[in-house]
């Protein structure tokens, strides 16, 4: 540490810890993310840093890669429940992920690991986790043992003073009720919980999801399960964009959400009033906004940044060009990522009527009806959106001649050109220069498909290389504007645009055999219902030729258990 530089000071530390869990709370895991690990390249040390980082990463949905970051910190060596409990969450997590052949397997690790952490520390959260995973595994009698002794400690011990603990308290008791199949504890349960922590959407989703997973066991206790009360996820729109939503008979007033999502500038503090009401605010923006309201957490210059901390809210920012229809890009990524985030936690979706000032839940939302009828009519036909695929060939340049032979006459024609004729009928560009691949789409889950099926048929064919020769592509997959064109020299149709230029330079940073995608990307897929694919966020990255820092999301083919 240089001489210069002050000791960083133990309150800093928790300021920190109390920001990230703050955001992980509100289910802005993202968020959460990125500011427990700004914080640790200060203090490397701090398990509770370390702790909400994996969680978070962890909440993303990227459970892999919060493995790898469990085994690279120094949690497994203490005596907290809580922190010895990642590596059982994450293999629980693994398992739900899972192919029917495989969950068993993992379902039986995971409360395996919640039990020994049980009897370890004594511990009624792990013992029920333990519980629920054995039921799902079939160990019906193992399973009501543990959950009998749960209830019965819970019940010794009595309901805690704090409103936190006595939340958990009950959501233990209520997934205990159901392994036992306890309607009047189940009941009991959500009566007392429902009241507490209404705001922190990621416990109280985490709750719901546990529960309804063992209603396929218990299906008679499902209209119970529904009570469970989940805090909203909104969207903060102007009183136009309001008017442009289609009309829904399902739409109810309701309580303010824990997570809302707006754009662009504040109009007359609103964005401040809500906060001081306890709602959590992501915004986009166009491009980086101004540093003028820089919190103390964010130490790293913004140019070119897409992604940041503020004292009222997190922000993002799409680095669009001067070109693009900013206002109808950024609100139609505002409202993808909304819906898809409320998706993924199961809680309902939300928009402020600014005109009345509450918030309207839309109970009944088609994503691809909102987003049609959210269009603006003065949307500009010149500059339309399209679905980007870049690709190249990872190790390329160093083949052998008889590699380099069978790239061109088997893996190229056999795991990228039959993937791209496949999709011919939303393909509007395809070329190849070298080992690097570039196709438009008109949609970005045609764009996302055609990306994780190359890479699928690139790791079956993989295997007919000589060992230590395997090629594998590393895509990038954007949606965004781009111009419809001639090229004088191909003289043949093609696209250009700066973000062409943009998704280009994500190629390099993605791993082998990997897909990355942005967040505009995200939120189209989420527009056109691509539920058969995964989204989960892997960090804020530095793209190749000083091109700026953004935040970056891993595709995967969404496994289905049976």
Request: net charge negative; hydrophobic share 45%.
């Amino acid at each position: 540490m240089s001489l210069d530089t002050p000791e960083p000071s133990p309150r800093e530390a928790v300021t920190a810890l109390a920001a990230a869990w703050q955001l992980q709370q509100s289910g802005n895991f993202v968020a959460a993310f990125d500011l427990a690990q700004e914080a640790l390249q200060q203090w490397p040390d701090s398990q509770p840093l370390q702790h909400v980082s994996i969680l978070a990463l962890a909440s993303c949905g990227s459970t892999q890669a919060a493995l790898a970051a469990l085994r690279a910190s120094t949690l497994c060596g203490t005596e907290n429940e809580d922190f010895l409990a990642i590596e059982a969450r994450l293999l629980k997590d693994l398992a739900f992920k899972s192919s029917a052949a495989d969950a068993q397997t993992l379902l039986v690790a995971a409360a395996e690991a919640y039990e020994r952490i049980a009897q370890r520390t004594g511990g009624n959260y792990t013992a029920q986790n333990a519980a629920l995973l054995w039921m799902l595994a079939g160990a019906d009698v193992r399973a009501t043992k543990l959950a009998s002794a749960v209830a019965v400690n819970l019940q010794g011990l009595g309901t805690p003073a704090d409103a936190q603990a006595a939340y958990f308290h009950w959501a233990t008791v209520a997934e205990a009720a159901l392994v036992l199949g306890d309607q009047e504890m189940l009941e009991e349960a959500i009566a007392n919980a429902n009241p507490l922590c209404r705001t922190n959407l990621w416990a109280r989703a985490r709750t719901f999801a546990q529960m309804r997973r063992l209603e396929r066991l218990r299906p008679e206790f499902t209209n119970i399960v529904e009570l469970w009360y989940r805090p909203a996820v909104g969207l903060v729109f102007t009183r136009e964009q309001m008017l442009r939503l289609p009309a829904s008979p399902e739409t109810a007033n309701c309580d303010a959400p824990a997570l809302a999502y707006a754009v662009g500038e504040d109009r007359e503090n609103d964005w401040r009033h809500l906060t001081a009401q306890g709602i959590r605010l992501h915004v986009i923006f166009a491009n980086t906004p101004p540093e003028d309201n820089a919190g103390p957490l964010s130490q790293v210059s913004v140019s070119r940044q897409a992604s940041g901390h503020r004292s009222d809210y997190t922000w993002s920012s799409l680095l669009l060009d001067e070109g693009d229809d900013t206002p109808r890009v950024c609100a139609e990524t505002a409202l993808g990522l909304s819906l898809g985030h409320a998706d993924a936690m199961q809680a309902p979706w939300a928009v402020l009527h600014r005109a009345d000032g509450r918030w309207h839940q839309y109970q009944d939302r088609g994503h691809a009806t909102l987003a049609a009828g959210f269009a603006p009519e003065t949307a500009r036909p010149d500059r339309t959106r399209f679905g980007f695929l870049f690709a190249d060939a990872v190790g390329y340049s160093s083949l052998s001649v008889v590699d380099t032979r069978r790239y061109w006459t088997k893996l190229l024609p056999e795991a990228a050109a039959a993937v791209l004729r496949r999709h011919s009928d939303t393909l509007l560009l395809r070329k190849t220069w070298g080992d690097a691949i570039h196709a438009v789409f008109r949609t970005a889950s045609a764009a996302a498909n055609a990306a994780l099926e190359m890479n699928a048929a690139t790791a079956r064919l993989a295997e007919e290389l000589e060992l230590g020769r395997r090629l594998a592509f590393r895509i990038a997959v954007h949606f965004g504007t781009a111009d419809p064109d001639f090229d004088p020299i191909e003289e043949a149709s093609t696209f250009f645009g700066p973000q062409l230029s943009f998704a280009a330079r994500i190629v390099p940073v993605a791993p082998p055999g990997g897909v990355f995608a942005t967040e505009p990307c995200a939120a189209q897929l989420s527009l056109e219902g691509a539920s058969d694919i995964d989204c989960t966020y892997i960090g804020t990255t530095s793209l190749a030729k000083s091109y700026g820092r953004v935040r970056l999301l891993t595709l995967l083919s969404r496994t289905r258990p049976s």
